[in-house]
């Protein structure tokens, strides 16, 4: 049998860690905001922070 020490664990995670994280890439890759995107998120939390916005089951109720 092997010897197992900590270490060995330890190398062992952060192998499984990158390998994981290099699936979640490709299976859900990232979009970059736009300078418009950003503009229109900041646009909108000026509206919710200035209480411009309308609640969404208040909608569906119509």
């Known amino acids: ?3 197992v020490t900590l270490n060995t664990i330890y190398e062992e995670l952060k ?3 990158k390998k ?3 699936l979640e890439q490709i299976m ?8 418009e995107d950003k503009k229109e998120l900041e ?15 208040d ?4």
């Open 28 to 35: 859900i890759p990232e979009e970059k905001m736009t300078t």
């Open 15 to 17: 192998y499984i860690h």
């Open 20 to 22: 994981v994280d290099q």
């Open 43 to 57: 646009e909108a939390i000026k509206e919710y922070k200035a209480g411009k916005t309308v609640n969404f089951r």
């Open 59 to 62: 909608i569906m109720k119509d």
């Open 1 to 3: 049998m092997e010897n």
